[in-house]
């Protein structure tokens, strides 16, 4: 019988509803939801799966097990009381990666990370009746979190962050993670039929996240996996599967109106050369262009955008005028959805609108808002050819 392990995905806070609904659709079974967190079960497939089709995660983790500590002899004793040995083989490296504590009575994590590590020594010590481990082999990373004094112990099948897509060679100041890019186009109802902008494009990361998903391109399809070399857990035939599967369902004949500008001519640069590693620069247009410039023969569309936050002290001064001008930009498309994510509070109010939906979302420890301006349904329409001739060119040169 093939082994099932318990697992979990963590996500930005406020977005656990998308993670779960990405799951869902890849078939995987959820057994409970909680704050920055989905956790599922699965087998090794489910494992080599979640981690190369999953857009909105950082990283996928099998629990090893969780107890509730309050001292460092019960964390010690709670950590080599778990079945260790039948996760690390006898020659595996391994070390606590990292250890978080929130609103627990153990806080130091340099602590924490020490001790757990001395109890799996210990517990493996015995069990494989060795003084010593060379820990010459494949790489086991653990990470310990302490949430209300509950443990959670858990090996990191990803390796480096899942938002690491691998085409974002090129950046630019405070840009959005690829895992948080997706999940804002996943709240919206955008489909790969419809015309999409993002006037604030700065390294391209919103283009290309609408662009991957509108060709159903896996997000970690071309890239390595720390569980790829875990023979006794998930076999690399399983990784071998799911981006051959992957690869079947790109969609090669969908032909996408997106487009990303930035008045940083640098920030475009960036944007077109990560575009193409990305291997979808030709489904976008990028340009140099300032938001004033906004415009477009389309009747309807969508912009998702990322604009500056004035999270500097010296930028404050300066967000009140931007978002009046984002809001006078954007009025001139008044047929079309608007979704804005920032940390500036009074968004709405140089905006000069209500959003239909402001949600609450942590950008890492920023606290930020997705506004969402919804504009008037389009008429539906039969194909593609119909609505080029209906609706004219997209964005006025």
């Not at 996240?209 to 071309?222: K, S, V, Y």
Request: glycine residues 6%; aromatic residues 10%; contains cysteine.
């Amino acid at each position: 019988m093939e082994r099932e392990f318990e697992l979990y995905a963590p996500c930005h806070f406020g977005l656990e509803a998308v993670l779960k609904r990405e799951l869902t659709d890849l078939g995987i079974e959820i057994t409970s939801v909680t704050d920055g967190r989905v956790n599922f079960k699965g087998s090794a497939a489910v494992v080599a799966k979640a981690n190369i089709f999953l857009r909105t995660t950082e990283r996928v983790m099998i629990t090893v097990g969780t107890f509730k500590a309050t001292t460092f002899e019960e964390l010690f004793q709670g950590i080599k009381a778990l079945p260790w040995e039948n996760y690390i083989p006898k020659d595996g490296r391994f070390w606590v990666k990292k250890a978080t504590s929130i609103k627990s009575a153990l806080f130091s994590t340099s602590d924490i990370q020490s001790i757990v590590k001395k109890a799996m020594v210990e517990r493996l010590k015995e069990k494989y009746r060795v003084s010593w481990f060379e820990e010459s082999g494949n790489e086991y990373p653990i990470r310990v979190s302490l949430l209300k004094d509950e443990v959670t112990v858990a090996l990191d099948t990803s390796g480096e962050s899942l938002h690491k897509r691998g085409y974002r060679k090129m950046t630019v100041k405070a840009p959005i993670s690829e895992t948080l890019a997706a999940a804002l186009i996943s709240l919206t109802p955008w489909k790969a039929d419809r015309i999409l902008i993002d006037p604030f494009c700065g390294s391209g990361t919103i283009p290309i996240e609408t662009a991957m998903m509108g060709l159903h391109i896996a997000p970690g399809m071309t890239r390595h996996f720390t569980a790829e070399n875990w023979d006794n857990l998930v076999p690399a035939k399983y990784f071998k599967e799911a981006k051959s599967e992957a690869y079947s369902l790109i969609d090669t004949d969908t032909k996408l109106e997106i487009q990303g500008y930035d008045l940083d001519p640098d920030a475009v640069e960036a944007a077109r050369a990560n575009a193409e590693l990305a291997g979808v620069d030709d489904q976008i247009h990028f340009q140099a262009r300032d938001v004033k410039d906004l415009s477009s023969h389309n009747k309807y569309g969508f912009i998702i955008t990322n604009p500056p936050y004035g999270e500097r002290l010296e930028e404050k001064k300066d967000m009140p005028a931007l978002y009046t001008l984002i809001g006078e930009s954007f009025g001139k498309l008044d047929t079309w959805s608007s979704y804005i994510i920032t940390s500036f509070e009074d968004a709405e109010k140089y905006i000069g609108r209500k959003a239909a939906k402001n949600r609450k979302i942590y950008n890492g420890m920023i606290k930020t808002y997705f506004y969402s301006f919804p504009g008037p349904k389009p008429p539906r329409r039969t194909n593609r050819v119909e609505n080029a001739a209906d609706s004219g060119s997209t964005l006025s040169e």
